[in-house]
């Protein structure tokens, strides 16, 4: 009996040293990749600016857009939004403007002013100032799309793709903003964070 | 020696090695305390400032355009020598001066740029390492004397670089 006791208790032992990946729900899983302790979604602050950087794999984005369905163990949105991303790697910047209700009205006035000028740079220009390093590498993005909020929400995101598996390697994203003239902002994405990821467990029906 | 002897000495060991423990835990606790107050030193935490050596690289690149402009139009001022330029003359003044224009600006603006990023960033390293004042001495007299001990310059540096790499 003590045999069989200790040998139960060695194979648990072993097992949970293995630190396989967790396995979270749909929304326990974008909870964990929105958690800055993580270390998936970086802050740089800069002057009357905060981007916030989110590193958005494939299976981050889908849950965002069909968490409901797969709570209720439908697949085939998930599954066709992951076949449509595959092997490409996603970050979302999310630029707030800091203490924006803190602005007197003539500041906010002249934000505004400029929203056309925002917009332009950040539709058309923004795409050749963000580069991803990863291990000896360069990359420029192979999908760009700046969400424009129409001033609806007090942040403006841009999410941005790279072709190609970096899961193997530390990873940096650099953007140059040349609209609020805010060069080398970085976020940087270490390989034992990556190796972290947790991954997705759905109820099927 | 009695039982209740015996008793007393070992409640009197008992006693003195508490005290002996508390003291010496009072005594680690405050070489171990943060310091309240510390300074840092600017020159050498912005010279130690990735992202200034970064932007530095950045504007060298564009001034090494400029010079060699510059460079070239004495080249050609060299091998017509004698010969009045007086295009030639303003031509290498005006550059000479988008140089000297270009170097200040990139200055002014790099010093900017550096300082937006770092203030933040400073009061977060202060907050976290439980510091409640934070002195820069820049050579100028404002800390006329500083322990070595309260010295955070390079660990600053160090939180700085690794926070300008990695994001917060």
Sequence with gaps: ??????????????????????????????????????GLMKTVTVGAYEYHIQFAPAEYLASRQYYKEMEQGV?????????????????LVNIYPRKASEQTISERITQNAGAEQRVMYYQQQAA?????????????????????????????????GFAGDYSKE?????????????????????????????SISVKTN | M??????????????????????????????????DVAYIDIGKLVSGYQMKKDLDKQANVDLQRIKSVSDSLKMIK??????????????????????????EQSNRSISEKIWERLNPLMEQYGKERKIRLLVGAN?????????KGIDMTDDLIKYLNGKYEKGN
């Design chain 1, 1 to 38: 009996m003590r045999k069989v006791i200790s040998g139960l208790l060695l194979t648990t032992i072993l097992l949970s040293s293995c630190g396989g990946r967790k396995t979270l729900n749909p929304v326990a899983y974008m909870e964990y990749m929105e958690d800055a302790e993580n």
């Design chain 1, 75 to 91: 697949m085939d949105g998930y599954k066709k939004r992951m076949e449509a991303m595959k092997g490409h790697v996603f970050f």
């Design chain 1, 128 to 160: 050749n100032d963000i580069v991803l390093k990863a291990g000896a590498f360069e990359q420029m993005p192979s999908t760009y799309v700046y969400e424009d909020n129409y001033g609806l929400s007090p942040y403006n995101t841009i999410v941005v």
């Design chain 1, 170 to 198: 530390d990873m940096q994203l650099i953007f140059n903003d040349r609209y609020t003239h805010t060069p080398l902002i970085k976020a940087g994405f270490s390989k034992d964070e990556l190796s972290a990821l947790p």
């Design chain 2, 2 to 35: 009695d039982k209740r002897m015996i008793s007393k000495i070992y409640a009197w060991l008992t006693v003195l090695s508490a005290m002996v423990l508390l003291i010496g835990a009072a005594f680690c606790w405050q070489l171990m305390k943060p310091a």
């Design chain 2, 78 to 103: 060299k091998a017509v020598l004698g010969t009045p330029t007086p295009r030639l003359d303003s031509q290498l003044q005006y550059v000479q001066y988008a140089f000297q224009q270009y170097y």
């Design chain 2, 139 to 147: 050579g100028a007299g404002t800390v006329l004397y500083g322990d």
